[in-house]
């Protein structure tokens, strides 16, 4: 272990342990690394330690490099990020105990990240950190047009050149900590033969001449006639950034601006660039327009603040092995869960530590409501669905919302296991071939509709499966539902009957058509129906695909190859 710690930092030391030679090492080494028992390193350094700002970092590894764990220096010393960089070489756990790292106290770094703020100069960083951590604060300047939720550990200040950290679109420089916000809109008007290296070259000048960051730039401008130059477009997609493109009618709605007779005779605008950049940054202007060669450009500034997000997440049938690592970690990277109550209390050992929300079954439109306003406000929220969210789930109702208020919201729908999904694999393989799903709950969809659909599935053979087959106010759809299918199908039609799928009250029936509304059903249940070809073997409800008829000899197993 030692020698692959040697060809990792080949200027390292390797010393045989004797407990005597630590006072000979102490304070010789930035990093002494135990390869032995954490207690054997403990008891050989007690007697040397003194304070956090002299030690020498100390970290032990096990003989096979399982696990390295910082034990003194983690911060200041950096013993933390050696054992995550050895740890990568070694293939092992980094064990980092620190309480910054583990209750994100003052994590400047994961708080920087939140804020998609840019860091001008990240060298910078380390020597704020251990700042942080000898004084337990910071100061902090910031500009006005700056709106972000701040940690504990900062103290504000008007004074630029007394802070630790900078927030500024502006070019700054100095020992500080240089964070820039994207909160810069350039609008610009051009010529069609314009070059890309001709934007470039415009833009930053016109930044540089007063004194703007380029790196601040969050997007670019302009009238709709002009946004699909190419020159235009591979700028933009060079920077990751976002291209804004507005009608005359639009651009005309900012009257605040310059009026050139020219441009105004030839695109009917005022000045392209000032109205556009406006628009798009509803804030205000910082560089009026700027004359350049083949291109006008000005700039103006909107408030930066914390973006929020979205995830509406499908949490599976039920049991914590049914829900998908990426809904682990939208739930993992959130900080406020929604949910109908149930299906919270399904992931609860996942959300111990986040803020919940947890609401009863039909406050579905509060429920999003709310959910998207968090969002809108900046919040990174979970709004979890059982099964998939698609499904009879909050993805549709979400959407409808934002389509009908035409909101900016980052949302993202991460799938789950639906209940038919669930259920068709605890009774065997029923919908294996073409399947139509109801929901046999009339709170949203009529009755008579539901009646005509149940007809027209069970007319064309489909295999039915039926979520929500009982409701507390209609005891009777499940019996409707089988004086419909009935016309078409034969009494011993066989049905699978799954309560709880996966959880721990799961339980399955198999039964016939005829007898499907005798057994006991509520919402924890769903039904699935064969079709004429399904068949009942041992525990397994089956619905052949249609191989058989195809390959009817090959099916023996024995008396030819299955494959
Ligand atoms: N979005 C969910 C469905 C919501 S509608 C999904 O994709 O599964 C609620 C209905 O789903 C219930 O009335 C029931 O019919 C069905 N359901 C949900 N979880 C179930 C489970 N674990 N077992 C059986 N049925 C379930």
Redesign the pocket.
């Known amino acids: 272990m030692a020698e692959k710690i040697i060809q990792y930092f080949p200027d390292s030391k390797l010393y045989k342990f004797n407990r005597t030679d630590i006072s000979q090492i102490w304070n010789s080494h930035r990093f002494i690394i135990f390869i032995m028992a954490t207690g054997i390193a403990v008891r050989s350094i007690a007697p040397f330690i003194k304070d956090k700002k002299n030690d020498t970092a100390v970290l032990s590894i096990d003989e096979e490099g399982k696990y390295i764990i910082p034990i003194i220096g983690g911060h200041l010393k950096g013993a933390n990020e050696l054992a995550k960089t050895l740890a990568k070489f070694l293939n092992s756990t980094p064990f980092i105990t620190t309480a910054s790292d583990l209750n994100n106290l003052p994590a400047l770094d994961l708080w920087i990240k939140r804020c998609s703020l840019k860091v001008k100069n990240p060298e910078i960083l380390s020597k704020i950190m251990s700042k942080l951590i000898d004084n337990k604060n910071l100061m902090l300047f910031m500009e006005n047009s700056v709106q972000i939720p701040l940690l504990n550990c900062f103290q504000l200040t008007e004074n630029i050149s007394e802070a630790d950290i900078v927030i500024t679109n502006k070019i700054s420089k100095g020992d500080k900590l240089i964070l820039v916000p994207t909160n810069l809109f350039i609008g610009i008007g051009l010529h069609e033969w314009i070059t890309e290296e001709k934007i470039e070259r415009g833009i930053k000048e016109a930044l540089n001449r007063n004194g703007f960051e380029f790196k601040a730039v969050q997007a670019i401008a302009t009238i709709d006639k002009k946004s699909t130059y190419p020159a235009l477009l591979s700028f933009c997609k060079k920077y990751g950034l976002k291209l804004y493109s507005y009608t005359s009618e639009e651009l005309n709605s900012i009257t605040t601006v310059s009026h050139s007779d020219i441009v105004y005779k030839s695109v009917g605008v005022s000045s392209v660039s000032e109205q556009a950049c406006l628009l798009a940054s509803q804030g205000k202007l910082i560089i009026a327009k700027q004359i350049l060669k083949d291109m006008t450009v000005a700039v103006a500034e909107g408030i930066f603040s914390v973006r929020g997000k979205l995830y509406i997440v499908?949490t599976g049938?039920?049991n914590l092995n049914s829900i998908t690592p990426q809904a682990v970690k939208a739930l993992r990277n959130s900080e406020l869960i929604m949910g109908y109550k149930t299906y919270i209390g399904h992931i609860k050992s996942l959300i111990e530590d986040k803020q919940v929300l947890a609401y009863s079954m039909t406050d579905e439109v509060k429920r999003a409501k709310k959910a998207i306003n968090e969002a809108l406000n900046g919040k990174i929220v979970s709004l979890i669905?059982?099964?998939?969210?698609g499904?009879?789930?909050m993805a549709g109702i979400i959407l409808e919302i934002v389509a009908k208020n035409n909101v900016e919201l980052e949302i993202e729908i991460i799938p789950?296991i639906?209940?038919?999904n669930?259920?068709s694999a605890i009774s065997g393989a029923p919908i294996m071939n073409d399947f139509a799903v109801l929901?046999l709950s009339d709170r949203l969809t009529p009755w008579n509709v539901i009646e005509k659909r149940i007809d027209k599935s069970a007319e064309a053979d489909f295999v039915i499966v039926?979520?929500?087959?009982k409701s507390t106010a209609r005891q009777d759809h499940l019996t409707r539902a089988k004086e419909i299918i009935l016309k078409y199908r034969t009494n011993t039609t066989p049905v699978a009957i799954?309560?709880?799928?996966?959880?721990d009250e799961?339980s399955i029936v198999l039964t016939t058509l005829e007898k499907m509304d005798e057994h006991s059903v509520d919402?924890?249940?769903?039904v699935i129906i064969g079709n004429s070809k399904s068949f009942i073997y041992k525990n397994w409800l089956i619905t052949p695909r249609g191989y058989e008829a195809k390959y009817e000899r090959e099916y023996k197993l024995g008396s030819s190859s299955m494959g």
Do not use: E
């Open positions: 499908g049938p039920g669905s059982g099964g998939d969210p499904v009879y789930g789950g639906s209940a038919l669930a259920c929901s039926l979520y929500n087959p799954v309560r709880g799928a996966t959880r799961q919402m924890q249940t769903t």
